[in-house]
């Protein structure tokens, strides 16, 4: 079953802090992944993957250099669960 | 189509190899000149401390100008041979696994054949990239257990800094120049186990010669000034550490099943030297035992591609992390894209 916003927020959080170590409560919706949480392309990565697998969804590799955000994110995978 | 000998021709004789093959001997060489990642940053505008978040390296080395992969490789494999015990002679089969090779013909390992004093072997190069020792050991395996050799000398050698782009701040810290070499022969027991190996050409692109030579003798005729540029290597990083971490991790596994043993039976883990970051990913992922060795080698010798493979595990046995007759599980990826995993004796 598809997830809401705040869901998915939560969910990435966790991610986030499982990958990288960064409190889970410093991931908001108007953070930017490099700038405010300091996380690399590479880190990026682990993030998306894990995404992938925690929400069902596919975040190609073209795609993940436009989830500057963490809104941009939570808003992809709201779109691509339908 | 079902063919059958012709009536009354004789039966060909055909070789009959030993049960088993094993690597006898393993050899490194690291050029002398050290590069500092203060040095790489006199061309891009990065630091020693990114560079090594980024990358886990700390310096690597590059080779002479003049200095050829030809000639790496004689340093490597010479150690090689002594290790194994054997003379030149007995080599029948030298194989080089490289891309930087800067001939497109002929191919590295006949001169080098010729350069060690063997009694001219079979010779030829293969082009498998950062997998091209792995695929070079499991052709080498199947060689000697067929009866088509009876020792092969494996070489991976790269001069990178040929090819690498000191400008691009995506890949100028990651390369490095060196060379590695086993001789692999024939063996009372199993020493190399069945190799898992593959390709994903629909990624071709994610690591490559940026173009063609063809392209670059268009630049050359062109009139445009300025429009010649090297067919430097280029690497999209974020993807490749996708698939080497997430993709084709579970090749470490399907080897380890084939060769019958686990994880916890290793001494070493020896992955190609991408990038620390995809090491340590890759760990995890895979779930690796703690107390397992893992080759480190990057951190002071860079990403030598083919040669990264061989120079970590020499370097695992000369300074003890891994032990003589240890079991190591090594494992090449890159750019094709190709990989390849198996289990090995430790020579």
């Known amino acids: ?63 993940v250099k436009n989830l500057t955000h963490v809104k941009d994110a939570v808003n992809f995978i709201t779109n691509a669960q339908g | 189509m079902t063919v059958q000998p ?43 401390e990114w560079i090594q978040q980024r990358s886990g390296i700390k310096e690597r080395r590059f080779a ?20 194994a015990g054997i003379t030149p002679d007995q080599i029948s089969v030298v194989l080089m696994a490289t891309v930087t090779h800067p001939y497109q013909t002929p191919a590295a390992a006949p001169i080098l054949a010729e350069r060690l004093g063997t009694n001219g072997p079979a010779a030829f190069d293969i082009s498998a990239a950062c997998a091209g020792y792995c695929y070079g050991i499991s052709l080498a395996n199947d060689m000697v257990r067929a009866g088509s050799a009876e020792y092969v000398l494996v070489v991976g050698v790269e001069k990178l800094s040929d090819f690498t782009d000191k400008h691009d701040r995506g890949s100028a810290f990651i390369f490095g120049d060196g060379a590695g070499a086993a001789v692999v022969g024939p063996s009372d027991f199993p020493g190399i186990g069945p190799t898992v190996w593959g390709s994903d050409g629909e990624n071709w692109d994610k690591i ?20 010649v540029e090297w067919p430097h290597f280029a690497m999209q990083g974020q993807s490749v550490f996708r698939w080497a971490v997430y993709t084709i991790a579970p090749v470490v596994d399907k080897a380890l099943a084939a060769a019958g043993v686990t994880s916890d039976d290793l001494d070493a883990f020896v992955p190609h030297q991408a990038n620390m970051r995809i090491t340590d990913a890759m760990i995890k992922h895979i779930g690796l035992p703690e107390d397992i060795p893992v080759a480190r080698d990057i951190a002071e010798t860079g990403n030598t591609s083919a040669a990264s493979v061989p120079l970590a595990a020499a370097r695992m046995l000369n300074e003890g992390e891994a032990p003589h007759g240890g079991l190591a599980l090594q494992f090449g990826f890159g750019a094709g894209l190709v990989y390849a995993a198996q289990v090995v004796v430790l020579p």
């Open chain 1, 1 to 63: 079953m598809a997830m809401n916003e705040q869901e998915i927020l939560a969910g990435l959080a966790e991610i986030v802090n499982e990958e990288t170590g960064i409190e889970a409560d410093a991931v908001q919706m108007d953070k930017s992944f490099q700038e405010d949480l300091d996380i690399d392309s590479l880190s990026m990565m682990q993030v998306v993957v894990n995404a992938e697998d925690k929400f069902g969804v596919r975040i190609p590799d073209d795609e």
């Open chain 2, 6 to 48: 012709k009536p009354d021709q004789p039966t060909l004789t055909v070789p009959e190899g030993p049960r088993h093959a094993r690597i006898h001997g393993l050899g490194g060489y690291r050029p002398e000149r050290v590069v500092t990642n203060e040095e790489i940053c006199r061309y891009i505008d990065s630091s020693d």
């Open chain 2, 64 to 83: 002479r100008e003049d200095e050829t992969v030809i000639d790496m490789s004689e340093a490597a494999a010479r150690d090689a041979i002594a290790m």
């Open chain 2, 208 to 227: 490559m010669q940026k173009q063609p030579w063809t392209g670059l003798r268009a630049d050359m005729t062109s009139e445009e000034a300025g429009a």
